[in-house]
């Protein structure tokens, strides 16, 4: 674990994500709130890729919470049985949907709490829907983002919570919405686990990970 970066030194990191990509955007294909619910639910030890492969026929059918209940359990757990653990989540999605039309009017609610109380719904897949949806600064911290954070020293923590709190306390406000994405793509393509690409990196004078320079 690198250690904790300073103020001035993050500014600039973020500063340059900035410049490179302004407004970026997550990669899992959705058309409403509930569709980004199921999509980042189905996410779960599955890339996105993967998950959009099987969701775009899936929602073009079923992109609300009765639709999917329409559809029935055998034929969702056929649309996703592409994606690891498919069959647990198509459970979860048949639950979600119901306590979804029973509770919420079939509305996706907007606080993290109601989120996280859905089946299959985490405190990750509540902070990506609270952010990309509803545009909230809300800090989903997924492996890229947990491995970039203690490699880089912007974000160090011994799990989760513990970097989305560092996240959260040491990144300048006007970076917060959207530091969740520019951290997720920097370690999906450029702070990879096996064989990160320090030579192309663009933070690479500021980063502290250790091996960058073998």
């Known amino acids: 674990m690198a250690k904790q970066l300073d103020y001035h030194i993050i500014r600039e990191i973020f500063t340059r994500f900035q410049t490179a990509e302004a407004e970026p955007k997550g990669e899992l294909h959705h058309v409403n709130a509930y569709t980004l619910v199921v999509a980042v639910a189905l996410s ?3 890339t996105d890729a993967g998950v959009n492969r099987a969701t775009g026929p899936l929602f073009s059918v079923a992109d609300t919470p009765q639709k999917m209940l329409d559809l029935g359990l055998e034929t969702v757990t056929d649309y996703i049985k592409t994606i690891g653990l498919f069959r647990n989540k198509a459970k979860n999605v048949i639950k979600l949907s119901q306590i979804l039309v029973d509770d919420y009017d079939g ?6 709490a109601a989120l996280e109380s859905l089946p299959g719904v985490g405190r990750k897949t509540a902070n990506v829907v609270l952010n990309m949806w509803w545009g909230q600064p809300a800090q989903a911290v997924d492996t890229h983002i947990f ?9 160090p923590g011994k799990d989760v919570v513990a970097v989305e709190r560092a996240i959260e306390d040491h990144i300048p406000a006007d970076f917060q919405l959207h530091a969740h994405h520019w951290m997720i793509l920097h370690g999906r393509y450029v702070c990879k686990a096996r064989k990160p690409m320090c030579g192309a990196c663009l933070i690479r004078d500021l980063c502290e990970f250790e091996d960058k320079n073998l």
């Open 147 to 155: 491995r970039f954070g203690n490699r880089s020293g912007v974000a």
């Open 44 to 46: 779960a030890q599955a």
């Open 107 to 112: 509305v996706v609610p907007n606080s993290r």
